[in-house]
Each structure stands twice: as C-alpha cells, then as structure tokens.
Nanobody, 116 residues
Framework: VQLQASGGGLVQAGGSLNLTCTAS????????MGWHRQAPGQERELVAA???????YYRGSLKRRFTIFRDIAKHTAYLQMNNVRPEDTAVYYC???????????WGQGTLVTVSS
C-alpha cells in the first residue's frame, strides 16, 4: 500500500487546514486509516482514526477541533483541522491499519506549521 498525503502548510493560529491522504496499491487490506503527528523533539502520536465500520478515535480534546473523514470507495482519509494552535505544529502522517490492528503502511508526512 502506498500513501500520498497533502494539504500541509503555514497557517495562522485560529485558522483551518484540511489534510488529505489517498491510498493506492493493495487497498483491500485496509481496515482503518489514521492520522498521526510528530512535533520536533517529541514522539509520534495518534491524532485521529476511523475504522471501516465508521468507528472513530480522537486523541483527548482534539475532537473539539479536528474531524476525520473517510471516502472508503476512494481509499482517502481527510483531517479537518479547525481553530489550530501553535502546539499543533508537527509533521502529520497518515497510516493504514491492517486486519491485525497495526499501522503498517505510512505516508511521507506533511508539515503543518501554525504561527501565533
């Protein structure tokens, strides 16, 4: 599975950004897709995920500002980020979850920079 993420960039605090990730290749193995992020000097963390069943996960209070969408037919996941904050600055990675629940396939990452 290959993943192509896009939509990152520079945004002012309080603004919005929409990330897109499209999978190709052996997409039949996809059971879920998730967005992770890694800020400088920090570990990668799961931000939001959506299973094929529609079940979603959000990290803590991010649910109030971030929304994950998926178009399963197009093998695409979106992350709508609203009211962004400087602490949201990170490289955002999309990843595919296989039948065992592991995020085995990763995209190249897209940088989101939030200015104060």
């Amino acid at each position: 599975v290959q993943l192509q993420a896009s939509g990152g960039g520079l945004v002012q605090a309080g603004g919005s950004l929409n990330l897109t990730c499209t999978a190709s290749g052996s997409t039949q193995i996809i059971k879920g897709m998730g967005w992770h992020r890694q800020a400088p000097g920090q570990e990668r963390e799961l931000v939001a995920a959506m299973h094929n069943s529609g079940d979603t996960y959000y990290r803590g209070s991010l649910k109030r500002r971030f929304t994950i969408f998926r178009d399963i037919a197009k093998h695409t996941a979106y992350l709508q980020m609203n009211n962004v904050r400087p602490e949201d600055t990170a490289v955002y990675y999309c990843a595919v979850q296989n039948m065992y629940g592991y995020y085995k396939y990763w995209g190249q990452g897209t940088l989101v920079t939030v200015s104060s």
